[in-house]
Nanobody, 114 residues
Framework: QVQLVESGGGLVQAGGSLRLSCAASGSIRLAAMSWFRQAAGKQRELVARVTGLDTTNYADSVKGRFTISRDNAKNTVYLQMNSLKPEDTAVYCC?????????WGQGTQVTVSS
């Protein structure tokens, strides 16, 4: 069992920045690490993913504004969010996937005011 704990969410004005962290209780070295978000009344969507080979991909809506990175030594993945927009408001959750196993964190709220 791997536990994921997100942090770094909060309230920020449009145009501002936040950095989310996701700390895992176990190794993330070979795992694909992802950030998902779910806004009120909407389906969960993939925001960004970094594979075990450090390949990254992003949702079109965040390309050029968000950056995902990983620190395998600290078992932590980050999401740097710049130029935030009100439509980025959501609960952001971390996901660790390796083979058929996937783990989720509890999530952290990000609220962007206009």
């Amino acid at each position: 069992q791997v536990q994921l704990v997100e942090s770094g969410g909060g309230l920020v004005q449009a145009g501002g920045s936040l950095r989310l962290s996701c700390a895992a209780s176990g190794s993330i070295r070979l795992a694909a690490m992802s950030w998902f978000r779910q806004a009120a009344g909407k389906q969960r969507e993939l925001v960004a993913r970094v594979t075990g080979l450090d390949t990254t991909n992003y949702a079109d809506s965040v390309k050029g504004r968000f950056t995902i990175s990983r620190d395998n030594a600290k078992n932590t993945v980050y999401l740097q969010m710049n130029s935030l927009k009100p439509e980025d408001t959501a609960v952001y959750c971390c996901n660790r996937a390796l083979g058929s196993l996937a783990y989720w964190g509890q999530g952290t709220q990000v609220t962007v005011s206009s």
